[in-house]
């Protein structure tokens, strides 16, 4: 029976280290420009879809390399939603940017089910078999999974800590008024939030499917985790919103054991609700930003 459970959690971590990517790119687009992104969701289902087509025969590239150019469009697809749609929307009202970016992830999902279809794919895959340590049982994909987190996590930190323009993130996401008068390059600074919220959005998408399937609907599905994540973490809080979506993906997976894996989504809806209504500044308060 213990092996059980330690399956269960395993399995927990793997699905909320996928979560925290998506949470992670969430919360650092609301730290510096104080809105909801709903098209962020579209941006994990591009990713996947890219990926896909670049290793499809219509351009035989080996999947490693077809990630590149997916993610290089999936970025320029987060950065045309800023240039296009949010940037000219900036300083009119918020309701305004909200419904802008619900109806830009209406568009960016129809687009896909346009270009490939409302059906389920699959990627074909040899990783996808499994291996055994100590009665745990996990697939290549799934230690892929985790280890890109990792890397991703590592490298996220490394550029808030340790360089000048992870430096610059943090100011300009506690005052951007007064860091542009600070002479903080604003428009480095907001590329490079939409760069890192694509490039962690479209890689989680990736894993995603390697694991899974591709499905229009999972970009939404799992957007829906992710505000969960940055819920629980505080607003804003990049280091709460990992730790929130590692929290979910193990609260969804230890419920297995107690009732049906059908109702195993309901977690994330059952967090949001509770948390709006008891702690709706996060476990970890708002952080005012990036951190």
């Given at each position: 029976m213990t092996i059980y459970y330690v399956q269960l959690l395993t399995n927990g971590i793997i699905a909320g280290?996928?979560?925290?990517?998506?949470?992670?790119?969430?919360?650092?687009?609301?730290g510096v420009f104080k809105f909801i992104n709903f098209s962020h969701g579209e941006l994990i289902t591009w990713?996947?879809?890219?990926?896909?087509?670049?290793s499809s025969p219509l351009f035989s590239l080996p999947l490693y390399f077809a990630v590149i150019p997916a993610l290089v469009i999936t970025v320029g697809i987060g950065l045309a939603q800023d240039f296009f749609v949010y940037r000219p929307l900036r300083q009119s009202n918020p309701i305004a940017i909200l419904i802008a970016s619900i109806g830009l992830s209406y568009l960016l999902r129809?687009?896909?089910?346009?270009?490939?279809?409302?059906?389920?794919?699959?990627?074909?895959?040899?990783?996808?078999?499994?291996?055994?340590?100590?009665?745990?049982?996990?697939?290549?994909?799934?230690?892929?999974m985790m280890l890109s987190a990792l890397l991703f996590f590592g490298i996220l930190y490394f550029l808030?800590?340790?360089?000048?323009?992870?430096?610059?993130?943090?100011?300009?996401?506690?005052?951007?008024e007064l860091s542009s008068i600070m002479g903080i390059n604003m428009k480095k600074v907001t590329c490079t939030i939409w760069v890192l919220a694509s490039v962690f959005a479209g890689s989680g998408g990736i894993l995603l499917a390697l694991d899974t399937n591709l499905d229009p609907m999972m970009g939404m599905n799992n957007l829906i985790k992710a505000f969960a994540a940055v819920l629980?973490?505080?607003?804003?809080?990049?280091?709460?919103a990992l730790i929130g979506g590692l929290f979910i993906g193990i609260a969804e997976n230890i419920s297995v054991a107690f009732i049906s894996p059908d109702y195993k989504d309901f977690i994330a809806f059952g967090l949001i609700f509770i948390l709006l209504l008891f702690k709706p500044r996060g476990i970890f308060g708002i952080a005012g930003g990036v951190r």
């Open positions: 280290s996928i979560y925290a990517m998506f949470a992670v790119g969430l919360a650092m687009v609301y990713g996947a879809y890219l990926t896909l087509m670049f129809n687009v896909i089910r346009l270009c490939w279809g409302s059906d389920l794919q699959t990627f074909d895959l040899t990783l996808s078999r499994g291996l055994i340590f100590w009665g745990i049982y996990i697939t290549k994909t799934q230690i892929l808030l800590t340790k360089t000048l323009l992870g430096k610059s993130l943090r100011a300009v996401s506690d005052n951007m629980l973490g505080g607003a804003g809080n990049i280091w709460g």
